[in-house]
């Protein structure tokens, strides 16, 4: 079964195997030869066509499903590793202030088809976490030391994600 190339291969050796016209570029060639060349190309023209048209589709079916995974993966990292965090935050949390360690939490800030947020947060009391995190002035003068528990959580959150998303994209 010849394929378009191969017909507008044998179209132009047809041309090149023609008898050239004395002092001119033309050839003098046989027309019904041409004309069922051309024929053929036309009959099988759009069953390539509808083919490639096929190709097509078929490989944006599978990279719309390669996203739609992916987005999920990412999704399903941003989740665990959100809760992950905000454990680690309030595990380092210090006590004595009230409902500060029981108010951490995850809130989804943006969800959509391809992207997601979440901020993890202190819903209780957060007017402490900066203070707490970094420490403060005394009123007495002098200086309250801070206590790191955010920033770990914080360190863990962007290495786990990463290494998250690389493990489900494999």
Not at 3 to 23: H, K, Q
Not at 41 to 58: A, D, F, G, H, Y
Not at 67 to 79: L, P
Request: charged share 35%; net charge negative.
């Amino acid at each position: 079964m010849e394929t378009v190339l191969d017909l507008l291969n044998e179209l132009e050796e047809t041309l090149d195997n023609s008898r050239a016209v004395p002092f001119s570029n033309r050839v003098s060639v046989d027309k019904e030869e041409l004309y069922e060349i051309i024929t053929e190309i036309r009959m099988k023209l759009p069953n390539e066509l509808k083919q490639s048209k096929w190709v097509i589709e078929e490989r944006n079916k599978i990279l719309i499903d390669a996203q739609k995974e992916a987005d999920e993966i990412v999704k399903n990292a941003v989740d665990t590793v959100s809760k992950e965090a905000k454990d680690i935050a309030k595990t380092g949390s210090p006590e004595r202030y009230g409902g500060y360690k029981k108010g951490w939490t995850v809130k989804k800030t943006i969800d959509k088809s391809s992207q997601v947020s979440v901020t993890v947060h202190n819903r209780a009391k957060p007017g402490l976490t900066h203070l707490l995190e970094k420490g403060h002035a005394k009123r007495g003068g002098g200086r309250v030391e801070g206590i790191t528990h955010i920033a770990p959580a914080e360190e863990y959150a962007i290495e786990e994600l990463e290494a998250e998303i690389r493990k489900g994209l494999k």
